[in-house]
């Protein structure tokens, strides 16, 4: 066996040119049991995005429909006239809740600027409303709450479930991309040495049914996998933000009672606009003047919509906590998915011996496997005795991964105490599953400007999302975009100084 180049050159039954094919056939086995170990926890999490997002959307389209089926025979013209804004509405959630960039509270300020303009021209016919005298009326608005509290409950309420829900949904699939890049990792030269020393090495000895003992096993792959047990820190920190969130979707932020009752507030606000019409248009009078009287007649339509609305919504609280409690038990089982993938490719996958057995494969020969197994993660393999690591150079790749996943936790500790951060992705549909109707150019094109919002929500940077991704983390600083985008900009250029 003088001619081997990887395993021991002692008697064998292997030419060079077996020796390489095993090599090769050795690395792309083992690369492949990453991928197909890495599509198991995309799937979970793929799965739970879908699920969630499905009931989502669910829960938006009947509030949508139930306005559209009762609405009609409520308020007569009062909707008729102003269809377009009800559907405006729901159009600007659904984009926002798919992570286009728009801000969600001017959004509603919008809503209830333009539904105030057109329902207080319809209430009061027999003036000649300009555009001016609008512009004025809105001013004074917020001093006569012309929909009772109802708006700002609204934005309070809706914009907490939908912070919560957009950054629990892209959570998901945050995750399932990171899992995806990394599993693409290729093997280094060292690595593929050491996998085939493990695994085909036995052959060229004759022993094809001796297998490797455990804890060589163990530390060949966590020399290979060393880069990849790096990412467990700020994995599960994503898992616990994800458990997090979903506490908050499933109580204080409840999205069941939030946006399944959407339709049921504006009914509520327009009852208040009716009911206090007269008070509303002596002060709206007051503050802007009067208006002249309209000469081409008027209409007594509103007078036959009068009185409070009560509207019903079905609940689905028990399909939402069967949702989370399903996502909770998930996000436990892949918190240490990173650190237990050694152990769990070497027991189910290249079928290693138990480790009491001294009948085993050890590198040279059949016996037992003396050294100590290595620690998990870069920084414990400096005296690995199976794989060569340099610890001064990690991997890029995963460094970028890891940045990805501290941007996505620090997005879901915002949104676990009702703060915005917008996503610079602004893809049209984040899922691909279904969603409603898609909102026309001339809405989804429209520039808010009235009312603008107290509070501009940070932007973090995240990655383009392949098709079909604080409990825990509460005590932990969450660190800004600016400050995570600078390290890696640093460490993309010196690694050697960085992370030696």
Partial sequence: GEHLRICPQGYTCCTSEMEENFANKSRSEFEA?????????????????????????????????????AFPSLYGELYTQNVKVFKDLYSELRRYYRSSNINLEEALNEFWTRLLERLFKLL?????????????????????????????????????????????????????????????????????????????????RGMASVRPCNNYCLNVV?????????????????????????????????VDTVIGTIHMRIAEAISNLQENKDSIT??????????????????????KRRGKVTLEAKSSAQALEMLVLDAKGNLTALK?????????????????????????????????????????GLANQINNPEVEVDITKPDMTIRQQIMQLKIMTNRLGNANIGNDVDFQDTSDDMSGSGSGD???????????????????????????????GINGASSRSLPSASLLLLLLSVAAIAPQHLWR
């Fill in 33 to 69: 049991m990453m991928k197909e170990a890495g599509r198991s926890v995309q799937a979970i999490l793929t799965a739970q995005h879908r699920s969630f997002d499905s009931y989502f959307q669910d829960l938006l389209n009947k509030s949508e429909k139930a306005l559209y089926d």
């Fill in 124 to 204: 009061n016919p027999q003036y000649h409303i300009t555009d001016e005298y609008l512009d004025c009326m809105v001013k004074h608005a917020e001093q006569h709450k012309p929909f009772g509290e109802v708006p700002r409950e609204l934005k309070l309420k809706a914009t907490r479930a939908f912070i919560a829900a957009r950054s629990y949904a892209q959570g998901f699939l945050v995750g399932s991309d990171v899992v995806r890049k990394v599993s693409q990792v290729s093997l280094s030269q060292e690595c593929t040495r050491a996998i085939m020393k493990l695994m085909y090495c036995p052959h060229c």
């Fill in 222 to 254: 966590k020399g290979c996998l060393a880069n990849q047990a790096d990412l467990s820190t700020e994995w599960k920190y994503l898992m616990d933000s994800l458990m997090g969130v979903a506490d908050r979707i499933d109580g204080p932020y409840n």
């Fill in 282 to 303: 002596s002060k709206v009078f007051q503050g802007c003047g009067n208006p002249k009287i309209n000469t081409k007649g008027s209409s007594s339509e509103d007078k």
């Fill in 336 to 376: 240490t998915y990173w650190i237990t993938l050694p152990s769990s490719l070497c027991s189910k996958k290249v079928m290693a011996s138990s480790v009491s057995d001294d009948k085993c494969w050890n590198g040279m020969t059949k016996g037992s496997y003396l050294p100590e197994v290595m620690g998990d």
């Fill in 438 to 468: 898609s909102c026309p150019d001339d809405v989804c094109g429209k520039r808010l400007s009235k009312s603008p919002s107290t509070r501009q929500p940070e932007t973090h940077a995240i990655p383009k999302q392949s098709g079909h």
